[in-house]
């Protein structure tokens, strides 16, 4: 009789091509997706190498990095040198024969968001992308993680890729979450309660009551910011809810052949007696919305709660008051009141219809602040599409909100369009690393409905006393 294995080992072991040694395996890749910011430079250097992608069927490119999100968009980017990153991409990507995303393409989004919305992620397959986020993907099943540009070369030439085995650990959410209080919101609580190391060299599954209760959409928010816990990846187990997200679309399997892939993903979960590496246990029926008043997404607290004290312990505390005057803020003092300059709703963390939707349940009706820029990027054209049908688009403009074309826009400042100076900004990304969204701007992360609240009141401010005026 076999061991019972976690769904890690299951995914891992399933794709081992040859054992190296003790710790690293071969593993062959079943997707790989490339972006314009590194993915055209890996396709150039493996041309260069004059070596060429050895399964173009299975390799993806879009562009989402430096691509502006204003409208009637072009290669022109207010980022430098932007344009011959998008041009290199297209380029060789074209010549490559791989399926690309282009800027006019009606699928046109961020990596992260359009994999999943595709169905060219699938439960129990590898998948990479020269992107820290990659992560996010796990949510599906699969087994994804962020890889560097070496390896995307390595990987695009051989569909293979040497991996350092990481050990398990496995989350379990139980309970059922308040009003208000979103996957954004566990994975901030997870992060502040075990540190933003708290699951370096580990494979994360997340399981139990609250976790199957979220849809796809929030458990690809929660495994999004695994890597932000210092994980390799997050994984969430296929279930019903996620064969049904993905009957249909474009690249998942049909008929026949999605009868025999859905009898093979019912068998990815951890067997009943699977022993982790480390395994944690939390009941969340009492959390309440999160937001961050430091400088890395462990900086969080409760939104009814107080900017802590320094640590006692030197190099912990050195950080901490980096990140309070970095911040501008003092210990002791309530997060909640504390006035912002601008709100953005974005990224591939949140910003799909589901983020959208709560959002604007939010804004349904109200204004925002007098003097508060707000920015709502969809995470994908498909995402900015349906809302339009559903007339989103129109509570976000209604309510002072730029509405724009998606992209990862200013959930990273990279020369091109940034927010202020100083400007303190409440968003839906995934870090609040200093200068991350403009030069010396003070980022505060939180969930949709927080920001759409607080860009309303022009201050961070509890969602739940707004919900609670929403009938």
């Given amino acids: 009789m076999s061991r019972p294995s976690p769904l890690f080992d299951k995914l891992w072991s399933q794709h081992v091509v040859a054992d190296v040694d003790g710790e690293t395996s071969l593993l062959y890749i079943d997707r790989v997706f490339l972006h314009e910011r590194t993915g055209g430079i890996a396709l150039q250097t493996l041309e260069q190498d004059g070596r060429r992608v050895r399964c173009p069927e299975r390799v993806f490119c879009t562009v989402d990095h430096i691509v502006d999100t204003f409208p009637n968009r072009s290669d022109e980017t207010l980022m430098p040198g932007g344009k011959a990153f998008i041009q290199t991409t297209r380029e060789a990507a074209r010549r490559a024969r791989l399926r690309l995303f282009d800027i006019d393409d009606p699928a046109q989004g961020i990596v992260h968001v359009i994999s999943p919305e595709q169905g060219i992620v699938l439960p129990g397959a590898t998948v990479v992308c020269p992107d820290s986020h990659t992560c996010t993907q796990g949510a599906l099943g699969a087994l994804a993680w962020g890889i560097g540009s070496s390896e995307a070369e390595h ?22 979450l308040s009003e208000g209080v979103t996957a954004k919101d566990l994975i901030l609580w997870l992060i502040a309660r075990l540190t933003a190391g708290g699951g370096r060299g580990h494979a994360l599954e997340f399981a139990g009551d609250a976790v199957r209760a979220l849809d796809i959409e929030a458990r690809l928010t929660l495994c999004n910011m695994a890597v932000e816990f210092a994980a390799f990846t997050g994984i969430v187990a296929p279930d019903d809810v996620t064969f ?24 990815l979960r951890s067997d009943d007696d699977a022993v982790f ?16 008043w430091g400088v890395n997404p462990q900086h969080a607290v409760s939104i009814d709660d107080v900017v802590p004290a320094p640590a006692s312990d030197s190099a912990t505390r050195q950080g901490m008051e980096r990140a309070l005057t970095y911040m501008d803020l003092q210990p002791g003092q309530r997060i909640e009141g504390t006035p912002i300059d601008a709100a953005f709703i974005g990224s591939c963390t949140n910003s799909r219809l589901s983020d959208l939707r709560a959002a604007a349940r939010v804004l349904r009706g109200r204004k925002v602040a007098q003097g508060v820029r707000a920015i709502c990027v969809p995470g994908s054209m498909t995402v900015k599409r349906d809302a339009e049908a559903e007339g989103l688009d129109r509570v976000f403009l ?14 990273f400042y990279a020369g091109g369009e940034s927010f202020g100076l100083r400007e303190r900004v409440i968003s839906t990304t995934n870090r609040n690393f200093e200068s991350r969204q403009g030069p010396q701007t003070r980022t505060h992360l939180a969930s949709p409905v927080t920001v759409a609240a607080s860009a309303v009141t022009g201050s961070i401010t509890d969602p739940r006393r707004l919900l609670s005026a929403v009938s």
């Fill in 155 to 176: 990987v695009l030439a051989t569909q293979t890729l040497l991996v350092k085995r990481p050990q398990t650990m496995r989350i379990v959410f139980n309970g059922v």
């Fill in 398 to 411: 209604d309510a002072g909100f730029e509405w724009r074309a998606s992209g990862c826009s200013m959930c």
């Fill in 277 to 292: 590496d480390r395994e944690f246990h939390f009941d969340v029926s009492a959390l309440g919305p999160m937001v961050t």
């Fill in 244 to 267: 049904e997200y993905l009957a249909g679309r474009p690249y998942a399997p049909r008929g026949a052949m999605w009868d025999a892939a859905l009898e093979h993903w019912r068998t």
